[in-house]
């Protein structure tokens, strides 16, 4: 099924929720890309334990597909800082977000939005440059299909540049017109000091 063999879908499938799936994602350690940039398949990402972002949400997509769910994605821009992908879900019509990071604020989302501009926005006063404490968030992508990309990319050995290149190349819609630009007010200090918490460490030997 989808390429993957029997001991990657016994883990996988044990993931039948998307409480699960993120859970799963928050014990795995971060890719810290210690010996240059990944987009590793899922795979990949269960042979070397750990991830980031993209590759957590990929491998989000596939559990949700294995469940009878839609493997979207939804790219979340920051011009000045790092852009996030996260897995989308939706239950009983409402949008809801699986989420890998390292970061206190920028996680999973629970099904209580009713389109995916509030689910975007739901992150835009945390998602803020740590060193410029400026407010990043800029657009979010329409929901990105992994089925339109077939299966095999499920299992490759090679990193996967094509599907960080088409998520950053669909459609994105701004957050707020360019003149809002200038009454966006900063992240106070309070913000600052939570915005430092991270769940792994650079020097853990996991990551």
């Known amino acids: 099924m989808l390429g ?3 001991e990657e879908l016994a883990i996988l499938k044990k993931l039948s929720t998307p409480i699960k799936i993120q859970n799963f994602l928050d014990a795995m350690p971060l890719n810290w890309e210690k010996a240059g940039e990944t987009y590793m398949s ?7 334990n750990k991830m980031h ?3 957590g949400a990929l491998l989000a997509g596939v559990a949700l ?3 009878g769910e839609k493997p979207l994605l939804l790219d979340l821009k ?3 800082d790092e852009d996030h992908v996260i897995a989308l879900y939706r239950e009983n019509g409402y949008w809801g977000a699986i989420s890998k990071t ?3 604020t920028l996680r999973f989302r629970d099904p209580v939005y009713k389109n995916i501009r509030e689910l975007a926005v739901s992150y835009f006063h945390e998602y803020f440059n740590n060193q410029t404490s400026q407010k990043a968030l800029r657009s979010y992508s329409i929901p990105f299909n992994l089925k339109r990309l077939g299966t095999d990319w499920i299992t490759s050995e090679e990193d996967l540049y094509h599907i960080a290149m088409a998520i950053d190349e669909i459609t994105h819609y701004p957050i707020f017109p360019p003149e809002n630009a200038k009454l966006i007010r900063r992240a ?4 600052q000091r939570a915005g430092q918490l991270i769940e792994w460490e650079k020097d853990d030997p996991r990551t």
């Open 102 to 104: 390292n970061h206190s």
């Open 42 to 48: 899922p795979r990949r990402v269960l042979r070397e």
């Open 53 to 55: 972002c993209l590759e």
């Open 65 to 67: 597909w294995l469940h």
């Open 4 to 6: 993957l063999s029997k």
């Open 78 to 80: 920051a011009p000045r």
């Open 188 to 191: 106070d200090r309070m913000e």
